[in-house]
């Protein structure tokens, strides 16, 4: 996940072998996919390339038990696609992780941290 | 953070403005230069280029309240470096964040993931 009060970010990444199976772009993707109901509006909603969008599915797909998106026949670009009974247990438990997580960031080490941080950094020395 | 039992992998940052002000690779760096006792060194047991631990030292002292590493005179090449008393605690407290968010992350939701997730992926399709 990336999400944050500003000064905290925690990304949680699943992987599958060398395949990272679920993380925030892939989470994000599926939720616009069940939105959009095909992965080419769904990659255009996000700014995303077809290409780049079809290859997120696809990694995905091929690190579950199952596929977490199923394409309709009509082919790759015609067809719509829909998330799977899977992918959308697996978005859910991909959020409860990180709301988890986030619960149990917000305590007294990230406290102390903040009390240390500054809003804005100095300028930078020059390095020469 | 970067930390897995190979299948998940959690990142945690501090930001300060544009800046990462502490994340898995400042941390290292940190650690590094406490044991080095300087910059050059401990980029150099990490592999990094001096030019890029010096960045990332520049970037860490100027996102808190007092500078995390202190350089002695004698030349950012040439003198030694170590760890303030605020990067000793700073670098504390991010390895104790880990740890809260680590065995936050051990519940349900990961379970359930880890049982549809699969030890390798699928040999992918072909695209075209």
Redesign the interface.
């Known amino acids: 996940m990336e999400r944050?009060d500003?000064?905290?970010?925690?990304?949680?990444?699943?992987?599958?072998?060398?395949?990272i199976?679920?993380g925030p772009g892939k989470a994000e993707l599926l939720e616009a996919i069940g939105r959009e109901g095909s992965i080419s509006a769904a990659g255009r909603a996000l700014g995303m390339s077809y290409?780049r969008a079809?290859?997120l599915v696809?990694?995905m797909?091929?690190?579950?038990?199952?596929p977490l998106v199923e394409t309709a026949p009509g082919g790759k670009h015609g067809g719509g696609a829909r998330v799977s009974q899977?992918g959308q247990?697996?978005l859910a438990?991909?959020r409860?992780?990180q709301a988890?997580?986030w619960?149990?960031?917000q305590?007294?080490?990230?406290a102390?941290?903040g009390a240390?941080?500054?809003?804005?950094?100095?300028?930078?020395?020059n390095?020469s």
Do not use: T
């Open positions: 944050g500003d000064r905290l970010k925690i990304k949680l990444q699943l992987c599958c072998g060398d395949e199976a679920m290409r079809w290859l696809d990694a797909n091929r690190c579950w038990d199952q899977l247990s697996v438990q991909y409860a992780l988890d997580v619960v149990a960031s305590g007294e080490p990230l102390a941290l240390a941080l500054r809003k804005a950094p100095r300028g930078s020395q390095e």
